[in-house]
């Protein structure tokens, strides 16, 4: 019987046919995974740019929003003409800036600039272009015609209607821009405002959403504030 011997590989005999292929299909799925990583990253890299630039969308409108809370007044009048030191009447023109005559009306609070002292309306009387206004305690000090007199009235409101946050709410400028280009796509900013349902009223909800436009369900930046108009502050 003839006896056949394995012939033993050389060094120098190469690769087989399997380890070419193992080596082919190992390489394959290193760059194939290593290509799926490069996509992942620049996909998360536009997700991030496009999540920063919604970010300070949001912050440059906050900040107005921030500016007119601080820059908001009580409804103010001036003196038709000059009180003295001592006088519990005072007679003011009607036309009223940032609000209406009704906030001078009896039982509110009424303030002059650089006097720290609270007046209380007790009667108010007159039609016409001026009002009388009995107040106590009496005036400690005198002041010149003209002067600015405040009403801070709103911060004893009783409905939503009459408080500092419905004035802000309503006075507030729309947003803008309302779209914006980034990355190639296009997003609308969306700005909704509540008012609390509690008094005195002076707290304003602001949420903000960045979206793509036209496009449900595709939020990209959400944020949420509490805004409180600095005025409040010198409520009685």
Known sequence: MAMFKPKALRKDDGFTMVEVLVAILLTTLFVGIAMQAVVIAALFKAKAQENTEATNWIQQDLEQVKYEASTLQFPQVTLNAAAASGASSLVINTTVTGGTISDFSANAIVKFSGDSTN???TNVTG???TRTLTISPSLNSAKAANATVSSTKMCDATAAADGLSTKLQSGISAVSPTTKTIKGKSFTLTRTTTVTNSSPFTVLQVNYDVSVTSVSNSSI????????PDVAFDCP
């Open 119 to 121: 007046y209380k309306i």
């Open 127 to 129: 039609t016409g272009a």
């Open 221 to 228: 930046a959400k944020f949420y504030v509490e805004v409180i």
